[in-house]
């Protein structure tokens, strides 16, 4: 049982390069996440999915876009990559509102 | 805003001994309390939760506490082992909120 997947685990981006990062999850989980964690921070929440075809932005929405086409993939895009998205960045999915998130192991980013 | 605080951003505790790490709220819609651990270049993992209608819940060493009165929640470990030096999250929801609201951490260090 994979969980939830993510890829790349680190990322070298220049200024202005765009990329994708990629989380897929197996466990059949209608909502999924992504967070970033910056150094001595807690998780903010970029944006959100309930289902396929429904995305809603979190806490921390600009400079990124997301999809969510399939129950399991939900991808991260960033268009304009600026050194303000350096970041870890971690995909969650959870059954319900109840249910314990479950956590990729993140994706190491560094804009230079 | 940060609405989950975290005010201890280390803890050191000798094995065998109890490690207690504290989380306070400002949101009193929060009704639905998690506390994750991350080992590095780990994705956090569930580790116990709680929900506000409870005052404890115990799941083998780990205990967590809630003060709704006080909006503070606790951690408790007993005993400590090698294996639980991580960093401690506490993270907390709505009742209608399908995101978590995360403080920024406790490093625990348990020496032996």
């Known amino acids: 049982n994979a969980g939830v997947t993510q890829t790349p685990k680190f990322r070298i981006l220049k200024i202005g390069q765009s990329m994708t990062l990629q989380c897929t999850q197996d466990m059949n989980h209608n909502y999924m996440y992504w967070y970033r964690q910056d150094p001595g921070m807690g998780l903010k929440l970029i944006y959100y999915s309930v289902g396929a075809g429904i995305t809603d932005k979190g806490e921390v929405p600009n400079g990124y876009n997301v999809s969510r086409s399939t129950t399991e993939d939900f991808p991260l895009r960033l268009e304009l990559a600026a050194p303000s998205q350096t970041s870890v960045y971690f995909c969650a999915s959870s059954y319900g509102l109840r249910g314990a998130d479950t956590f990729g192991s993140g994706t190491r980013l560094t804009v230079v | 805003d940060q609405q989950v605080k975290q005010n201890s951003p280390s803890l050191s505790v000798q094995e065998g001994r109890i490690s207690i790490l504290n989380c306070d709220y400002t949101?009193?819609?929060?009704?639905?309390f998690l506390w994750y651990k991350k080992y590095p270049a780990e994705g956090p993992t569930f580790l116990i939760s709680?929900?506000?209608?409870?005052d404890k819940n115990e799941d083998g060493r780990f205990t967590v506490f809630l003060n709704k009165s006080a909006k503070h929640l606790s951690l408790h470990i007993v005993p400590s082992q090698p294996g639980d030096s991580a960093v401690y999250f506490c993270a907390a929801r709505g009742s209608n909120d399908y995101k978590l609201s995360f403080g920024a951490g406790t490093t625990v260090t348990v020496r032996a």
């Open positions: 949101n009193s819609m929060f009704d639905y």
């Open positions: 709680i929900s506000s209608i409870k």
